[in-house]
């Protein structure tokens, strides 16, 4: 692993973050992601130096929209964004994931009761 992914995967593993589980190099069809969690269906992407070469970064584009088909959501940080601000990016993954997991407002003016979570990325944390 580069030296940023080693970085942040000390700060993932062992449901270090929110309490959830993060992977390293997960598959999802013949797509390799850096960081994924399947509780959250969170994909976690950093950008080294080959991601800035010719058409790298359209290629990382359709590669991602084709994982969204997926139901799967994106963050994207460069390796020197983990380098100089890790902290940083450790709050906006932990943004997302509240963004997640966080309960649907109640429908207005509906007398329906519905549950708050709406299936796998609505579920709330999970204990170890």
């Known amino acids: 692993m580069p030296l940023a992914e080693v970085i942040l995967w000390s700060r993932l593993k062992g449901r270090q973050l929110e309490g959830y589980k993060f992977r390293r190099q997960y598959s999802i069809k ?15 992407e ?9 058409n790298a ?5 359709e590669r ?4 969204k088909v997926f139901d799967v959501q994106f963050l994207r940080f460069t390796n020197q964004d983990i380098y100089d601000n890790l902290e940083g990016v450790l709050l906006k993954i932990v943004e997302r994931i509240k963004q997640i997991t966080s ?3 109640p429908c207005k003016g509906g007398d329906k009761k519905s549950s708050p979570y709406q299936g796998e990325a609505g579920r ?3 204990s170890s």
């Open 30 to 44: 013949h797509f390799v992601i850096d960081f994924y969690s399947t509780e959250l269906k969170l994909a976690l």
């Open 46 to 54: 950093l950008d080294g130096d080959s991601h800035y070469i010719q």
């Open 57 to 61: 970064p359209l290629a990382d584009m």
């Open 64 to 67: 991602q929209n084709q994982i």
């Open 103 to 105: 309960p649907t407002p």
């Open 124 to 126: 709330g944390k999970k």
